[in-house]
């Protein structure tokens, strides 16, 4: 099953440690196109060896291609708006991480769309079963 995992770039790198963790559990189940994602050394800059267009590109060739969205959405990004948009009209299935956080609130544009399935978690440690249940 091939993954395409979503998380803030552009919209800052606070939660790349989480990524990266989240990456390393999921590609137990596929191969995650997007790993880069996780990278610690990847900055809010974004990939700058590659233009605006070809990071577009890119990005939709590989939600094409994959079989799932699994989006970590607990620090607002636009592009990951737009990636999840792109895959619910692709018909993917997509899956919301949220994690829990005092002072924030998941957009009721994810959070109330019945397209999408939002996980609310507080450790990355829980997601270990919470993958197991998706992916089975």
Not at 36 to 59: A, F, P, R, V
Not at 114 to 127: A, G, K, M, R
Request: with cysteine; glycine share 8%; charged share 25%.
């Amino acid at each position: 099953m091939k993954i395409y995992f979503a998380g803030s770039i552009r919209g800052g790198r606070d939660d790349k440690d989480i990524y990266a963790d989240i990456i390393s559990l999921l590609k137990k189940y596929g191969p995650v196109l997007s790993e880069h994602i996780g990278d610690k050394n990847l900055s809010s800059q974004g990939q700058t060896s590659m233009t605006n267009e070809q990071i577009y590109q890119k990005d939709v060739n590989w939600i094409n291609e994959s079989d799932i969205i699994i989006a970590e959405v607990t620090n607002p990004s636009l592009g990951v708006g737009y990636e999840l948009g792109l895959a619910e009209s692709l018909k993917k299935k997509i899956i919301a991480l949220y994690r829990v956080v005092d002072g924030k609130r998941l957009s009721a544009m994810v959070a109330g769309n019945s397209n999408i399935t939002c996980i609310e978690y507080t450790e990355v440690s829980e997601l270990d079963k919470i993958f197991e249940e998706i992916f089975k």
